[in-house]
């Protein structure tokens, strides 16, 4: 039983329910070690019985054994008075290992089979216990020889019968020894629970009645005894106390009165006290909240207003005003302005971003970091408070706003009474100040981050973009040298049996001539992927244009794409223009912005499947780009908008790609690529502004240089008066072919190398044999030794001899994208013969004669 069971139990009780369990716990421990030693002597005694049994039956069944008579051991088993608990007796023979004889069984174990001849056979007694049975084997010896066993099985229902009347006995006795325990437990736990009953039952008449004169009598002097003298002594302690306690109330009593007429007096002080702390606290919470709500705000405007709508709420001003401080110009600029009355704001003329003079304002004592506290403007001449006094606003506090012992700003507030501010308002102002002086430079510096991090994001950008086309264009450029030089033999024969072979029939030349016009248009087409990537070469001129004239012969040359065809499909498209009279002449390379400006009224119309309207626009800014600001005075920019349907925010980001275009198998995806390239070249910008469903805007802005040089006409095509000995070097069998005829054809000597040494030994051999070359024309890209390192070499070798350089790589002759100084002029591939007779006459230095087409 747990203890807790027995907690709300009377102390009778729990003596007589010990004594109960003590009793019993002894009882049960005595009876199972009588039953346990019984049974254990019980069942030595029964194995005994079996073994004196067992050698009874050896005894008589030795002989047959040994001569080997089964029916002896039969009848002796079958005439053996067996006792009532042996189930099974049989005799097994030792050699030859079996059971000899028919065994005993009992009536109700005929069924029985004995158990096979154990293994190995028993030669000495064993037993055990299985189950409910007791099996014993006893060996049989004949003249000390082993001659068979006995096999005895027991009964032990005997021992179960004998458990169940020990259990019975000792639950009567165990009955009979409860009861008598109960009986003398009963009477003997009096002597102990008469005192105790005794001794509570004055402790309750002591509770209820509160007389501490009452005393318990003891009955001994055991322990109960002196606990009961303790109980007594205690109440007459407490009688005493009670005296004294009643004597001393008497006294609290006088005094507490006389402290009640000094309290009423310190009453009314206290409310006053109070009230001044209430007020503190809500003035505390008021800055707590005001902390707070700015400190979940980033922007100084949302900081400021929210400073001054609280201040308004909750500190009853009629007027709050946050101004923003310049040093270098003394102005108060008001980033803030809050009015209870709008008329009273409407007559101050207050808004913001309106400035006012600091030392006008009559708060010029803000600029040291002090408070001004004014009670009556009336009282002052300053412009600014004259004109609160104006509109009934007669007292006025300005708290400054210090950063790091630096004006930032002023916290001015006014109310309409005189002297309506007390000292400890004021005092909340200058710790409300300097909350909101942090958090306003903070929102400052945050605005200030943001916006550097935004300009970092864009010049990132630019700067990936840039980086991609940079890639782009380097691979396009392998493109187009690859496919020049594949495509410089088939025009450039085309072009030479034109002009050589007189002989042909108008057959052949037409399909000559389609040869070559296809080839041509190949090669434009390459041209316009190197476009998109070509920097401009500094030897390049750059002419004045009338920009304003650009866009109307755009507009005229494009008339058919915009007007004619979509006419003729039953739509309308409109093309205006909106030029700036007062534009400056642009410097720039007119056929390229031409060109430009058609790529995007093409791409507007493009974008424009229903109709729609397309817009130019020109004018003149004045704004530097990154780098250039010494260079440049302002810019020029042109405008192209349409009203189609626009692009979504990725289409924008890589619309610049080349080969990324999004009019399908319409599009080969170079146009605006083409665009950004004639940008870079003139050291401009392309802006776009692009929106699904609302149209585009491309924007072009043109740096103007401060000088430009004059255009100078152009010279009539020219030719070398007399042959030359050239040595053309070139790895392309075709390409050299080609060269050689071209050059042939106008009567020059011709020497071809096949590869950038072969070509150097063939010129020091030519040297050395006193024939030099006076013209050597070599590929740029070679293996081995490469066209820059042919040129260094043989400049190096013969200064006066010209190199000319053929490249299908335009213009970039070195890594800087500058011509090689050893290279005296670049013929690209495909080589025309024009070109290659003009940069002859350039660089042979012999008479030139006009070129007329047809002779040789």
């Not at 001044?276 to 705000?297: C, G, K, V």
């Amino acid at each position: 039983m747990s203890p807790g069971l027995l907690q709300n139990v009377s102390i009778q009780r729990k003596l007589t329910l010990v004594i109960m369990a003590t009793t019993g716990t002894a009882l049960l421990l005595i009876s199972g070690a009588f039953v346990a030693y019984d049974l254990k002597t019980f069942r030595e005694s029964l194995v005994d019985n079996l073994r004196t049994w067992a050698e009874a039956i050896g005894g008589q069944s030795a002989a047959a054994l040994e001569v080997g008579y089964e029916t002896d051991v039969t009848q002796f088993l079958e005439s053996w008075k067996a006792p009532a608990h042996v189930a099974v007796a049989a005799i097994y023979r030792f050699q030859p290992a079996n059971l000899f004889g028919k065994p005993y069984r009992r009536a109700d174990h005929a069924t029985v089979v004995p158990p096979p001849v154990p293994n190995p056979f028993p030669s000495v007694d064993q037993h055990q216990f299985e189950g409910d049975y007791l099996v014993l084997w006893h060996p049989i010896h004949s003249s000390q020889d082993l001659v068979g066993a006995v096999y005895l099985q027991y009964d032990l229902r005997e021992i179960h019968d004998r458990l169940v009347r020990y259990a019975g006995t000792t639950a009567l006795f165990s009955l009979l020894a409860a009861a008598v325990a109960y009986l003398l437990s009963s009477r003997l736990q009096r002597v102990i629970t008469r005192p105790i009953f005794h001794l509570a039952q004055t402790a309750r008449a002591v509770s209820a009645e509160k007389n501490y004169a009452v005393r318990a009598v003891k009955h001994g002097q055991d322990e109960l005894g002196q606990l009961i003298d303790g109980f007594n002594e205690m109440l007459t302690q407490i009688q005493e106390r009670d005296a004294a306690l009643q004597k001393a109330h008497d006294e609290l009593e006088r005094r507490v009165q006389e402290r009640t007429r000094e309290l009423q007096l310190e009453i009314v002080e206290r409310e006053r006290a109070e009230a001044a702390l209430q007020q503190q606290l809500t003035r505390i919470s008021l800055l707590n909240d005001i902390t707070q709500a700015i400190s979940e705000r980033q922007d100084l405007e949302s900081i400021l207003h929210v400073v001054l709508r609280q201040l308004e709420e909750h500190l009853a001003i009629e007027l709050g005003l946050v101004g923003l401080f310049e040093p270098a110009t003394g102005l108060l600029t008001v980033a803030a302005v809050r009015a209870r009355s709008a008329p009273r704001l409407a007559g101050l003329e207050l808004r913001e971003a309106l400035t006012i003079p600091l030392e006008e304002s009559g708060l010029g004592m803000c600029r040291h970091g002090e408070t001004v506290y004014v009670p009556d403007t009336r009282r002052l001449d300053a412009a600014w408070l004259r004109r609160l006094a104006a509109v009934e606003l007669f007292s006025v506090t300005a708290v400054p706003l210090m950063v790091e012992n630096r004006l930032f700003g002023i916290l001015a507030v006014a109310r309409s009474g005189r002297a309506a501010f007390s000292s400890r308002e004021g005092e909340f102002l200058r710790m409300l100040s300097e909350h909101v002086a942090l958090a306003a430079h903070q929102a400052r510096l945050h605005a200030k981050l943001q916006s550097a991090y935004n300009e970092l994001r864009q010049t990132q950008q630019a700067v990936m973009q840039e980086e991609r086309l940079r890639a782009l264009g380097q691979m396009a450029s392998g493109i187009a040298h690859d496919i020049n030089n594949a495509l410089s033999p088939a025009v450039g024969f085309a072009e030479l049996l034109l002009q050589s072979d007189l002989n042909l029939s108008v057959t052949s030349k037409k399909y000559l001539q389609n040869i070559k016009t296809a080839g041509d248009d190949v090669i434009h087409i390459v041209a316009r992927l190197r476009e998109f990537y070509r920097r401009r070469e500094e030897r390049e001129p750059l002419f004045p244009l009338n920009l304003n004239e650009v866009v109307e012969q755009v507009i005229d040359l494009t008339r058919p794409r915009w007007r004619d065809i979509p006419q003729g499909r039953g739509l309308m498209v409109e093309v205006g223009s909106e030029l700036d009279p007062d534009m400056p002449p642009l410097v720039g390379i007119e056929s390229e912005i031409r060109e430009a400006l058609t790529n995007l009224i093409f791409n507007a119309v493009d974008a424009m499947p229903g109709g729609g309207a397309v817009t130019i626009r020109t004018r003149a800014a004045g704004r530097s780009p990154r780098g250039h600001t010494d260079y440049f005075r302002k810019h020029v920019v042109v405008e192209v908008s349409d009203t189609g349907t626009g692009m979504d925010e990725e289409t924008r980001k890589r619309c610049l790609e080349p080969f990324f275009s999004t009019k399908g198998q319409r599009g080969t995806g170079l146009g605006l690529p083409m665009v950004y390239g004639v940008m870079e070249r003139h050291e401009g910008q392309i802006e776009i502004d692009s929106e699904l469903g609302k149209g585009t805007t491309v924007r072009l802005i043109f740096p103007l240089h401060e000088r430009a040089p004059d255009r100078r006409p152009a010279a009539p095509p020219v030719r070398v008066a007399g042959p030359l000995r050239i040595l053309c070097i070139d790895d392309e069998p075709l390409v050299r072919e080609l060269l050689k005829e071209i050059l042939q054809f106008d009567g020059h000597l011709v020497h071809v190398a096949d590869s950038g040494q072969a070509g150097v030994d063939a010129f020091r051999a030519a040297t050395k044999q006193g024939r030099p070359f006076e013209v050597v024309i070599t590929d740029l890209g070679m293996p081995h030794l490469d066209g820059h390192q042919v040129a260094g070499i043989l400049k190096r070798e013969s200064p006066g001899t010209p190199v000319l350089m053929l490249t299908g790589w335009g213009a970039f002759m070195t890594d800087s994208g500058q011509p090689s100084p050893d290279v005296a002029g670049i013929l690209s591939k495909p080589p025309r013969m024009n070109d290659v007779r003009e940069a002859l006459a350039r660089v042979a230095g012999k008479p030139a004669v006009p070129f007329e087409a047809g002779r040789s």
